[in-house]
Nanobody
Framework: QLVEAGGGLVQAGDSLRLSCAAS????????MAWFRQAPGKEREFVSS???????SYADSVKGRFTISRDNAKNTVYLQMSSLKPEDSALYSC????????????????WGQGTQVTVSS
């Protein structure tokens, strides 16, 4: 089970830190990722982190967002800074037992999501 937290309503330029707490099993060797979906739009990849710590980011968030993980806490984080109105979306974390990068269809575990709204 994956449970996200940390979303909210912020102003453009603000920062937020999302967390994704896993339970039921250890995800320390899993690839973890964040995806987002805005109303009327398709789900899009935001960032991923392999069990080795290797990270990847969508071009739209590169330099502003940072993904990290704490395997001892079975938790993944997404630090978001310099937020823009176009970052508004439902952010969901996902886990995969194999490296899945930006391919959402390969992630077998998903959380319910946490809403991020950025006002201009």
């Amino acid at each position: 089970q994956l449970v996200e937290a940390g979303g909210g309503l912020v102003q453009a330029g603000d920062s937020l830190r999302l967390s994704c707490a896993a339970s039921g099993r250890s995800f320390s060797t899993y690839s973890m990722a964040w995806f987002r979906q805005a109303p009327g739009k398709e789900r899009e990849f935001v960032s991923s982190i392999r069990w080795t710590g290797t990270t990847s980011y969508a071009d739209s968030v590169k330099g502003r967002f940072t993904i990290s993980r704490d395997n001892a806490k079975n938790t993944v984080y997404l630090q978001m800074s310099s937020l823009k109105p176009e970052d508004s979306a439902l952010y969901s974390c996902a886990a995969s037992s194999v490296y899945s990068g930006s391919r959402g269809s390969l992630y077998g575990y998903w959380g319910q999501g946490t809403q991020v709204t950025v006002s201009s």
